[in-house]
């Protein structure tokens, strides 16, 4: 088989292949190469100018960590697990569900994972959003922090473990997204540097050094991660990819590295015949992602807008710290409503300057919104989620916020039975000092919040543990009320929102009286959010009340329920 190494300043390379050093020969580009006999399994390891043999830095399969040798994978067998002829819903149509192997289930395994899909279907879920699965130090963490960008995390199983998951989502109608980190290597096991200009110190991350996109050499490191991202969607049978903070993917050059990876994903599908789509997260409130290079954009499908987070958190909870100071009240979630960004260029208290600018072009399809999501909960100095803040009423209007919006609703694992347990910021790293430097770097960051409460050490294993959902909560009224009110409003979503191309919201609202409205396609979302009963204004029309947040007692009457949300659909048009 052929063995190949990316080392553009070396002057001599070796493969180190079950004891065996061979010797790699110069190819073109800074690749090096050599044919050795090998099979699936064999162990291996890389050596350059002499130095001690490390790990490939695209290596397959880690099994004994991230110092630990590298293993060959059979991508032939990888693509021979795909379920053959799945074609996903469009963005347009789609409900994003985010999970985390490691807590989504008590074994935190993909294999485990899959009892679960069948829960997912009958919810609605559209796009199973897997967070980061590339080996990382340790045996849990979010997995921010991987260093083999292209070898699953072996504590959540084999490789083929991985594909049979994403099979399996395929043979319950469920999409699958995987998020990757594109923007840094996690400090610990990290040998990439031993081998290339990986990265670069002229520009800064808040992991440190940035990935090299457009620097001396940066050819190879594009390659390195494009690459990555045509096999998990090619090998593994992903649909598509979230890509994690690339507000900090740094890229000089006329063609952005976004944009070259755009174009080589869109050409992968149309290869494959797939439809396969790249969501960005990133909080700069900038159309420029999703627009097509012709208008001086990207061409990302979607990107997660966080605003909408910002302004639903904001006014339900109360909470005025770190970057919610930025968030007026109902205000703001009606301009989240009707443009997605609250923040279009103005100035913003948080940063200190402006921020954002015109959604202007921008379709609702493009845009990824959320009520929860890993960070929001994650961090969070106690990891609470919404469901320890607040009521059920209170939740329920939030859902219908977010499920019913004209945007691509995200939900987060446990979400819509409002999970009890927590999901904190864990980690596992080996490396002591790093350990401790993480702990306390986190208790540094909560000191802008004022949160109350002793931050937890992200190394105890408690705040790992504590993180996994328990499944069992299903079993509990107050759990069961809240999933039955998310899967009517996905259904709802689906039968009246799905038909339609592109809609907006047109929102009215009393911020002094707490009340708001809005309306999607045929559908009026109505909110009382006081403490007392009170008729609201609703648009001229013909309405029919399909349901109501204070069933079974709300009789559909003019006199709304205190803390009550409606949904009506329309029966006939104003003359």
């Known amino acids: 088989m052929r063995f190949s190494l990316w080392a553009p300043s070396a002057d001599c390379a070796d493969l180190v292949l079950d004891g065996r050093r061979i010797a790699l020969h110069r190819g073109a580009d800074g690749f090096w190469g050599v044919e050795a006999a090998a099979q699936t399994g064999d162990r291996y390891r890389f050596a350059v100018d002499g130095g001690d043999p490390l790990p490939d830095p695209r290596s ?46 008590p074994e935190g395994t993909y294999d485990a994972a899959q009892a679960k899909l069948a829960h997912l279907s009958d919810l609605g879920i559209t796009h199973v959003e897997v967070m980061p699965v590339a080996t990382f130090p340790g045996k849990h963490g979010w997995g921010y922090d991987g260093v083999y960008h292209y070898a699953p995390m072996p504590s959540y199983g084999t490789p083929q473990d991985l594909a049979r998951f994403v099979a399996a989502c395929h043979r319950h109608g469920l999409a699958v997204l995987l998020d990757v980190v594109y923007n840094h290597f996690g400090p610990d096991g990290n040998y ?52 994690d903070a690339v507000h900090t993917i740094y890229s000089f050059e006329a063609v952005h590295f976004l944009e070259d990876l755009v174009t080589s994903v869109r050409n992968l599908g149309v290869k494959l015949n797939r439809h396969l789509v790249l969501i960005a997260e990133s909080d700069l ?18 990107h997660w807008a966080d605003d909408f987070h910002h302004a639903v958190h904001a006014y339900f909870t109360k909470d005025s710290n770190g970057y919610y100071v930025d968030f007026r009240g109902l205000e703001d979630v ?32 493009q845009l990824v919104v959320c009520s929860q999501n890993h960070d929001q909960v994650g961090n969070r100095a106690q990891g609470e989620r919404l469901s320890m803040l607040l009521e059920t009423r209170e939740l329920k209007a939030i859902a219908a916020l977010l499920v019913l919006s004209p945007f691509v609703p995200l939900l987060f694992q446990g979400e819509e039975w409002g999970a009890g347990t927590p999901f904190i910021y864990f980690t596992d790293h080996e490396n002591e000092k790093l350990g401790r430097l993480v702990t306390e770097g986190r208790t540094q960051e909560f000191r802008a919040f004022d949160w109350q409460g002793e931050v937890p050490n992200p190394q105890a294993p408690g705040s790992f543990t504590q993180s996994r959902l328990d499944w069992s909560e299903l079993q509990e ?50 909110f009382n ?36 949300t409606r949904v009506y659909r329309r029966t ?4």
Request: net charge negative.
């Open 60 to 105: 397959l399969w880690q099994p004994d960590g991230v110092h630990g040798d590298s293993r060959i994978v059979d991508k032939a067998e990888l693509r021979s697990l795909h379920h053959d002829g799945f074609q996903p819903r469009p963005l347009r149509d789609a409900v994003i569900y985010e999970i985390h192997i490691g807590t989504f289930t």
């Open 192 to 243: 990439v540097t031993a081998f290339g200009p990986y990265l670069t110190d002229r520009v800064k991350t808040p992991w440190g050094d940035a990935v090299n996109y457009d620097g001396p050499l940066s050819d190879g490191v594009r390659s390195f991660f494009i690459d990555n991202a045509l096999m998990w969607l090619e090998d593994y049978g992903f649909d598509g990819l979230r890509l």
């Open 285 to 302: 409130n900038d159309p420029r992602l999703v627009h097509p290079p012709a208008r001086g954009g990207y061409g990302l499908n979607a």
């Open 334 to 365: 009606a301009t989240a409503l009707r443009a997605g960004y609250v923040y279009q260029g103005q100035f913003s208290r948080h940063r200190q300057r402006r921020h954002g600018r015109s959604p202007e072009g921008i379709e609702s399809r």
């Open 477 to 526: 009224r107050r759990h069961q009320e809240l999933l039955h009110w998310y899967r009517r409003l996905i259904a709802l979503r689906h039968d009246a929102l799905g038909p339609v191309d592109h809609t907006e919201a047109t929102v009215a609202f009393d911020a002094a009286a707490d009340w708001l409205t809005f309306t999607v396609a045929d559908l009026l979302v109505a």
């Open 529 to 564: 959010l006081a403490s007392r009963t009170r008729t609201l204004p609703l648009p001229a029309g013909g309405w029919q009340m399909i349901l109501s947040s204070a069933d079974p007692v709300d009789d559909g009457s003019a006199e709304f329920p205190e803390r009550c």
């Open 572 to 575: 006939a048009h104003a003359p």
